[in-house]
C-alpha cells in the first residue's frame, strides 16, 4: 500500500483548493498573488481575499461573463465590485478556491531596483 502526503503549500502551488485550516499564516501579499499569474497557475485577489483559480479556469469556468484568464496574478477588485448578476455568481461559484486574505498592508508592493 502506497500513501501519498502532500502539504498544503504543495497543493496551494498546484491550483487545489484547500481548507481554512491550511492557510498562510499571517496572510498573504498582493506581491504573492502576482507570482502566479497565468490561466495555468492562476491566483487572484478580489477584496481581501486570495482565491487559487487554476483548476476552476481549467474545469468549471465557462468563459461568460468574463474572462478570469486576464485577472491572473492581479487584484480583481474592481472589477467584481459592480452589481452584476453574473459576477456574484461567477464569485459564488469561486467560494471554495479561496485560500486566506490579505495580510495587513498586504496591497504594498515594494519595487526592487
Not at 29 to 41: E, F, G, I, K, Y
Not at 72 to 93: H, I, M, V
Request: proline share 4%.
Amino acid at each position: 500500500m502506497r500513501i501519498l502526503l502532500a502539504s498544503a503549500a504543495a497543493l496551494v502551488l498546484l491550483g487545489a483548493p484547500v481548507c481554512a485550516s491550511a492557510q498562510r499564516a499571517g496572510g498573504y501579499t498582493l506581491a504573492d498573488v502576482q507570482r502566479h499569474a497565468t490561466p495555468d497557475n492562476c491566483w487572484m485577489l478580489i477584496g481581501e481575499d486570495v482565491y487559487v483559480l487554476t483548476d476552476y479556469l481549467a474545469e468549471e469556468h465557462t468563459g461568460e461573463p468574463e474572462n478570469l484568464d486576464e485577472w491572473c496574478g492581479k487584484d480583481a477588485t474592481e472589477r467584481f465590485a459592480r452589481p452584476d448578476r453574473a459576477l456574484r455568481r461567477t464569485l459564488d461559484a469561486m467560494r471554495d478556491f479561496r485560500i486566506g486574505q490579505l495580510r495587513p498592508g498586504g496591497r504594498e508592493v515594494t519595487l526592487q531596483y
